[in-house]
């Protein structure tokens, strides 16, 4: 089983940069596939980005694409989004998520932190 705790939000000015931390714990930590979703209020929970089990491999959502990025430390247990050119539609709740690489269920979710932009 994995624990998942997101951390770095905040509030930002349209343009600035974010990285977004998720802190792990559970000896099978580098076997799961990551995530990372958002859902702002009134609005469905969408997905942003993945990284499989090595980092080799990532997956992002249109509407981030070539502004976040997503990456992993297996050694230190941690998920990361850095967020740059921040938009205010980017405003919503992060969470970060995890699932085994064979399966399309992601099972494991942190509590979630916010992300403000302002114009």
């Known amino acids: 089983q994995v624990q998942l705790v997101e951390s770095g939000g905040g509030l930002v000015q349209a343009g600035d940069s974010l990285r977004l931390s998720c802190a792990a714990s559970?000896?099978?930590?580098?076997?799961?596939?990551m995530g990372w979703f958002r859902q702002a209020p009134g609005k469905e929970r969408e997905f942003v980005a993945r990284?499989?089990?090595?980092?080799?491999?990532?997956y992002y959502a249109n509407s981030v694409k070539g502004r976040f990025t997503i990456s992993r430390d297996n050694a230190n247990n941690r998920v990361y989004l850095q967020m740059n050119s921040l938009k205010p539609e980017d405003t919503a709740v992060y969470y970060c998520?995890?699932?085994?690489?064979?399966?399309?269920?992601?099972?494991?979710w942190g509590q979630g932190t916010q992300v403000t932009v302002s114009s």
């Open positions: 990284i499989t089990w090595s980092g080799s491999d990532t």
């Open positions: 998520a995890g699932r085994f690489s064979t399966r399309n269920v992601w099972d494991y």
């Open positions: 559970g000896r099978t930590f580098s076997t799961y596939v």
